[in-house]
């Protein structure tokens, strides 16, 4: 990592931590069956690639939800209790942190999320913390049910470097799923994957960005 002037970060579990055996057992407790397969790390349904993308409503969701559980009488909170198991917050330090390298390199938050994530995770920020929302802590936030489209489409690369007149090679992406750094890389970006126990913090630290 040379010439570092812009970084592009993943959300979750590079700066919100997550938990995909609550996830599981989130699911199992409102009767999905095959969680692994349905959703984990990596891997996941094409209904979320939908919802991920704002295709379809969080209404929408919940319904198919219902029918794949077999279960038409699940609430919304129960439902959306089951999806939100995986979401567990934000190390102590790193919103610190971020607004540091805020104020020396360009920063990006490029997240593929929905809309009960998002809506969790603002509610998170603002009683955890006191933050309306991310967006003073990155020069912009590019939310994948809000643009459309989702990682890795490498068109979601193409528009943050092209919006913001990013040169590939002087961009660092950070992400903790494999395929979602080879398009990446592949324009020039250059990639690091994080993967437990690293945090990001040890990596800023490691490798002198601060």
Do not use: C
């Not at 919100?16 to 609550?22: C, G, I, T, V």
């Not at 967006?135 to 643009?147: A, G, I, N, P, R």
Request: a negative charge; proline letters at 4%; charged letters at 25%.
């Amino acid at each position: 990592m040379q010439n570092i002037k812009n970084i592009i970060f993943d959300y979750g579990n590079v700066i919100f931590m997550l938990d995909f055996q609550k996830l599981k057992d989130g699911w199992n407790s409102i009767a999905i069956s095959g969680p692994d397969a349905f959703f984990s790390h990596g891997i996941q349904h094409p209904i979320f690639d939908q919802f991920d993308k704002g295709l379809i409503s969080p209404a929408q969701f919940r319904s198919f939800i219902r029918e794949k559980s077999g279960k038409p009488d699940l609430t919304d909170e129960e439902i959306d209790a089951a999806w939100n198991s995986l979401l567990l917050g934000v190390d102590k330090g790193t919103h610190e942190m971020l607004a540091e390298l805020n104020q020396k390199y360009r920063t990006f938050l490029l997240s593929n999320i929905n809309p009960i994530h998002y809506n969790y995770i603002m509610d998170y920020l603002a009683s955890e913390f006191g933050f309306e929302n991310n967006e003073h802590l990155f020069e912009k936030t590019y939310y994948s049910h809000f643009v459309g489209i989702r990682k890795p489409d490498p068109a979601i690369f193409e528009k943050v470097l092209k919006e913001n007149n990013l040169k590939a090679e002087e961009t660092l992406f950070v992400d903790d799923i494999a395929a979602n750094l080879e398009p990446a890389k592949a324009l020039g970006i250059q990639t690091y994957l994080m993967a437990a126990p690293d945090t990001i913090q040890d990596f800023i630290k490691r490798t002198g960005l601060l």
